[in-house]
């Protein structure tokens, strides 16, 4: 389903989370790595329906659609069970957000875009034009663009990429178009296999779309990038293990700072070669160094 489907879905479903305020940072950027591609903070009350005594909490309203219960799941592999509830808006409403999305520059030489924005940019930058459709994966988040910068910084051309958890493909549609490289991308999503083959075309590239570690061969990837919250990339790393060939590197974007010793003690036979920090994210690109017996 895209953006394009309002006949057919006039109203569209918004998740909405109680949330006290300490924890709003956190929530919303699970959030984000969910999947939803909208957030809005609104004062609790602001609606007639409240699930909540607590006066002090806040409501995040999220732009989900149809893969609400998908989203519950990732918070609730968090441990996040936060009070929530479904309310239904109109579909334009829902897509305001479009209108505001602006293009980011992730390097001097390199910007992404939403791709309704093609027609009006006038730039000389390599530019990869995104829409995430309903899923993660404008650019703008500080996560993409650590993993993007890093991963231009050491992938060769003509590399064999992994793309985990790639949402709506714009890392792997990236390294395509500007490395020439051999991508390969999945996620849990429901759209991903439509959502990312829409994006590589918009781009004239190519992107293959795999439906998990299982279809990637032992020894195939020469750079693997992994936008993912810290628990879930403590989880993979024998899979990433398995999959990489012996010097490769893996990119791993999606953890706060002070993650990075709990996320690092998974990752034995790796050593850190490069990072980057943007506002509390922080990216490492680590090495292998051995390969399993």
Same mark, same amino acid.
């Given at each position: 389903?895209?953006?394009?489907?309002?006949?057919?879905?006039?109203?569209?479903?918004?998740?909405?989370?109680?949330?006290?305020?300490?924890?709003?940072?956190?929530?919303?950027?699970?959030?984000?790595?969910?999947?939803?591609?909208?957030?809005?903070?609104?004062?609790?009350?602001?609606?007639?329906?409240?699930?909540?005594?607590?006066?002090?909490?806040?409501?995040?309203?999220?732009?989900?659609?149809?893969?609400?219960?998908?989203?519950?799941?990732?918070?609730?592999?968090?441990?996040?069970?936060?009070?929530?509830?479904?309310?239904?808006?109109?579909?334009?409403?829902?897509?305001?957000?479009?209108?505001?999305?602006?293009?980011?520059?992730?390097?001097?030489?390199?910007?992404?875009?939403?791709?309704?924005?093609?027609?009006?940019?006038? @730039?000389?930058?390599?530019?990869?034009?995104?829409?995430?459709?309903?899923?993660?994966?404008?650019?703008?988040?500080?996560?993409?663009?650590?993993?993007?910068?890093?991963?231009?910084?050491?992938?060769?051309?003509?590399?064999?990429?992994?793309?985990?958890?790639?949402?709506?493909?714009?890392?792997?549609?990236?390294?395509?178009?500007?490395?020439?490289?051999?991508?390969?991308?999945?996620?849990?999503?429901?759209?991903?296999?439509?959502?990312?083959?829409?994006?590589?075309?918009?781009?004239?590239?190519?992107?293959?779309?795999?439906?998990?570690?299982?279809?990637?061969? @032992?020894?195939?990837?020469?750079?693997?990038?992994?936008?993912?919250?810290?628990?879930?990339?403590?989880?993979?790393?024998?899979?990433?293990?398995?999959?990489?060939?012996?010097?490769?590197?893996?990119?791993?974007?999606?953890?706060?700072?002070?993650?990075?010793?709990?996320?690092?003690?998974?990752?034995?036979?790796?050593?850190?070669?490069?990072?980057?920090?943007?506002?509390?994210?922080?990216?490492?690109?680590?090495?292998?160094?051995?390969?399993?017996?």
């Amino acid at each position: 389903m895209t953006h394009d489907s309002a006949v057919e879905h006039p109203s569209w479903s918004m998740l909405v989370l109680t949330v006290p305020p300490p924890e709003l940072e956190y929530v919303s950027d699970a959030l984000w790595r969910a999947g939803v591609v909208a957030i809005e903070e609104r004062p609790l009350g602001s609606n007639e329906v409240s699930m909540s005594s607590t006066s002090d909490e806040v409501e995040l309203w999220t732009s989900v659609g149809e893969y609400i219960t998908d989203v519950v799941q990732a918070l609730a592999n968090e441990g996040i069970t936060y009070p929530w509830r479904v309310e239904q808006i109109d579909r334009a409403v829902a897509d305001t957000w479009r209108q505001h999305a602006e293009c980011v520059q992730v390097t001097e030489e390199v910007m992404i875009c939403p791709s309704w924005k093609m027609s009006t940019l006038d @730039s000389e930058k390599r530019v990869i034009f995104i829409d995430p459709h309903d899923m993660f994966g404008l650019g703008n988040h500080p996560t993409t663009q650590l993993a993007l910068r890093l991963a231009l910084r050491h992938c060769e051309r003509g590399s064999n990429v992994v793309d985990v958890g790639c949402g709506s493909g714009v890392l792997a549609v990236a390294l395509s178009v500007l490395r020439d490289a051999n991508c390969r991308a999945f996620d849990i999503h429901p759209s991903t296999a439509s959502v990312v083959l829409s994006n590589a075309r918009l781009n004239d590239c190519h992107v293959q779309v795999e439906e998990g570690f299982a279809d990637i061969q @032992s020894d195939w990837a020469d750079i693997v990038l992994a936008n993912i919250l810290a628990p879930v990339l403590i989880d993979i790393a024998e899979d990433l293990e398995r999959i990489c060939q012996r010097g490769a590197v893996v990119v791993l974007a999606g953890l706060r700072s002070d993650q990075s010793e709990r996320v690092l003690s998974a990752y034995n036979g790796w050593r850190v070669v490069d990072e980057e920090e943007c506002d509390g994210w922080l990216g490492l690109v680590l090495m292998r160094e051995s390969v399993s017996s």
